[in-house]
Nanobody, 123 residues
Framework: QVQLVESGGGLVQAGGSLRLSCAAS????????LAWFRQAPGKEREFVGG????????DYADSVKGRFTISRDNAKNTVYLQMNSLKPEDTAVHYCAATLLPRSRDANMHMVWGQGTQVTVSS
């Protein structure tokens, strides 16, 4: 069964940190680029950041650049999102997703999605 399972979300105060994990199964993880997206209530899903197959290339939305870091461990079939200096506007359901493209910010280009994990940042 092809799936991605996120974990690590929760409630944190502004300025705090969280580390999200996304564990993959059922497909050749190392062949896929991975990305994190998020969706806040009443807003469209937006790209947060992405990482290439090997982990050698990363890409971030301007809103999180310098605060968030994506990494992956292909031996563990897991991708991570380290979130520092969190702000209330980071509050959203965060999803990981996989694509066969070298890199993409387009949600429609990602064919495998996790169920999402809630991140809530209080002011």
């Amino acid at each position: 069964q092809v799936q991605l399972v996120e974990s690590g979300g929760g409630l944190v105060q502004a300025g705090g940190s969280l580390r999200l994990s996304c564990a993959a199964s059922g497909f050749t993880f190392s062949s896929y680029s991975l990305a994190w997206f998020r969706q806040a209530p009443g807003k469209e899903r937006e790209f947060v950041g992405g990482i290439s197959w090997s982990g050698g290339t990363t890409d971030y939305a301007d809103s999180v650049k310098g605060r968030f870091t994506i990494s992956r461990d292909n031996a563990k079939n897991t991708v991570y999102l380290q979130m520092n200096s969190l702000k209330p506007e980071d509050t959203a359901v965060h999803y990981c997703a996989a694509t066969l493209l070298p890199r993409s910010r387009d949600a429609n280009m990602h064919m495998v999605w996790g169920q999402g994990t809630q991140v809530t940042v209080s002011s």
